[in-house]
């Protein structure tokens, strides 16, 4: 630790003298983080009247998390809205970057320099929380509470998308087990399954065997909750009215005679609808430092649009005066898909990107191993600022203005940070060190300041890199070259045989979610660093006509994760008091 981290951890009885002198930095670290989840956080009727919401405002849940009435946001829709801000990051590497901490993080020290601040983030995933990830909420200091809570079921979100998205699955083999009235062809069914856990046996399978009163036997799988089409949906809709057009513009599938079948054929978004109108509902928690946070939503970045809810940002904008969201992975997915989809659904207007890295990514995308990342080497550091720049270069293509947070970890040295800071202000860039996870709000007291300065300086509005009404192909290939830097696009038969269907029934004016993976700038997961002179292959293109936008899936992603030889699972307990431990 440094000295800096060892003072306030022992100022705020983190951590003892006595661990100090008998653990390791990691060990003591991780108790940094144990005692940031036992911190005594406040009733969430104090959160919500820090930001003008009475009792009668929510539907609480316990003490601790609330959701916020309809006719509480409704009540707020002329106010004017704050400024947002939206926390990116360079390409992820197994090291963690740490974009949800920043976040957390930031709002808390915008809220400690005076500024209205409300955190508007996604909700986690049970794949990832069991899976490689953990948890959502983010670390250290810089939380976002009830941890446990929110990492598990939270508030039942995910369990109601789960249950909406099936109940149109279950409706569909019904209505073709019950002679088939709206002629679909079970062979061209597109609509799939999904379940909030990373099961990759369920992938692909075959349903309806056992004989003719299980129904009609048909190839299907299941993807994850978070890229469900309804999970979209819910998080571009602001009402129920909304909501339910939405469901019912949904394609499932086609008839014998090629002719599109919607959700609204089977007669069933009212019911769907109905098993939404809680899910609806932005969430209200806090942040470690009491910052008031709604967390709604959470679909991925990799295979969705990776935002959280347009009504619980546009809620979180109608009460503070500064608003920070954040877009899952980086900025080539998450925050791409939030200015070209979600913003202009959303009448969103994003002041400043704040752009995380970390010394650790950037000594990795310079080749650096894993094992080895700990081992100060500035140079190498440097060397790995060519991925963090493409990404930097990539946001000033939407007309706003960016700042690193350079997020720093007890292994990184002075040395390193201040190579890396140097070399991004002599190539003129906007950068502030952040020391987030164990100082809190005060580690980035620096970062709140210039983010505000740059947000007072900047002019106009954002612009989207592409209009809508361009053709399917030259959309994705805007996208492909200019944010990731490839030099073609090579479209499989199956891809080329979407886009004339699509053509055809009248869709190609959406816009395009690019399912790719987040481990490269490119569709290559191996490809670290900036990745040149590469073809971007794309598989197939859904239709996600609900959520108004297309899916190109490129290279080997997977809308199902799978499990890795020792999930997270392992390390996770209760004990009979009720205690969860083991969610990091």
């Not at 915008?110 to 794949?127: D, N, Y």
């Not at 099936?166 to 062979?187: K, T, Y």
């Not at 004989?211 to 299941?222: L, M």
């Not at 991004?424 to 300041?449: H, T």
Request: aromatic share 6%; proline share 5%; hydrophobic share 40%.
């Amino acid at each position: 630790l440094t000295l800096r981290m060892i003072s306030i951890a022992l100022a705020t009885n983190t951590i003892s003298t006595s661990d100090l002198m008998q653990s390791s930095t990691s060990n003591a670290m991780r108790k940094l983080k144990k005692d940031s989840r036992e911190i005594s956080i406040k009733p969430i009727l104090e959160i919500a009247s820090s930001i003008g919401l009475a009792e009668d405002d929510l539907e609480l849940y316990g003490r601790y998390k609330a959701k916020v009435r309809l006719e509480a946001i409704k009540r707020f829709e002329r106010r004017k809205t704050g400024a947002l801000i939206l926390v990116s990051a360079m390409t992820p590497t197994p090291a963690g970057e740490g974009k949800t901490t920043v976040s957390i993080g930031l709002a808390q020290a915008l809220a400690r320099i005076g500024k209205s601040t409300i955190a508007a983030l996604r909700e986690p995933s049970l794949g990832p929380v069991f899976g490689i990830k953990g948890g959502a909420t983010g670390g250290g200091m810089s939380r976002v509470h009830p941890v446990d809570d929110i990492n598990l079921h939270f508030t039942n979100d995910f369990p109601a998308v789960e249950s909406a998205h099936n109940l149109l699955s279950a409706i569909l083999d019904n209505s073709i087990f019950h002679g088939n009235p709206l002629n679909i062809d079970p062979r061209k069914i597109t609509w799939r399954r999904v379940m909030d856990m990373n099961d990759r046996s369920l992938r692909d399978i075959v349903i309806g065997l056992g004989g003719s009163t299980n129904g009609v036997p048909r190839e299907t799988g299941f993807d994850i909750v978070p890229s469900s089409e309804i999970m979209a949906i819910l998080c571009l809709s602001r009402s129920y009215e909304e909501l339910k057009d939405k469901i019912r513009k949904t394609l499932i599938g086609f008839t014998y005679n090629d002719q599109p079948v919607i959700a609204g054929d089977l007669k069933v978004e009212g019911a769907i609808t109905a098993l939404l109108k809680y899910a609806l509902l932005p969430n209200l928690v806090q942040t470690t430092e009491g910052v008031p946070a709604i967390i709604h939503g959470g679909p991925f970045a990799n295979i969705a649009q990776g935002t959280n809810s347009i009504i619980g940002t546009d809620l979180a904008l109608r009460l503070a005066d500064y608003v920070v969201t954040e877009a899952g992975f980086g900025f080539d997915l998450g925050a791409e898909k939030f200015f070209d989809i979600v913003a202009p659904y959303g009448d969103l207007n994003p002041k400043i990107v704040v752009l995380v890295a970390t010394v650790r990514a950037l000594k990795y995308h310079a080749g650096i191993d894993r094992e080895d990342l700990n081992q100060p080497n500035p140079r190498a550091a440097v060397l790995g600022m060519a991925n963090l720049r493409k990404h930097y270069e990539n946001i000033d293509k939407f007309n706003v203005p960016c700042i690193i947070a350079l997020n720093r970890f007890p292994s990184d040295t002075n040395v390193e940070i201040e190579a890396v800071v140097k070399a991004a202000e002599d190539e003129g860039m906007n950068i502030a060190p952040a020391e987030i996870f164990s100082r809190g709000g005060e580690g980035g007291v620096e970062l709140a300041e210039k983010t505000v300065e740059l947000i007072a300086g900047a002019k106009g509005k954002f612009q989207p890199l592409y209009d809508w009404k361009q053709p399917v192909e030259d959309k994705i290939f805007k996208i492909a070259s200019e944010i990731y830097g490839a030099v073609s696009i090579d479209y499989q038969p199956q891809a080329r045989r979407n886009i004339d269907l699509i053509k055809k029934i009248g869709y190609d004016t959406l816009p395009v979610c690019i399912a790719k993976t987040q481990q490269s700038l490119s569709d290559n997961p191996s490809l670290l660093g900036l990745p040149s002179d590469f073809i971007v292959t794309v598989r197939e293109i859904k239709i996600a006509s609900g959520a108004g936008f297309l899916i190109p899936i490129t290279g080997e992603i997977l809308r199902m994760p799978g499990l890795s030889k020792v999930p997270a699972a392992n390390h996770i307990n209760i004990d009979d008091t009720g205690n969860i431990t083991g969610i990091v």
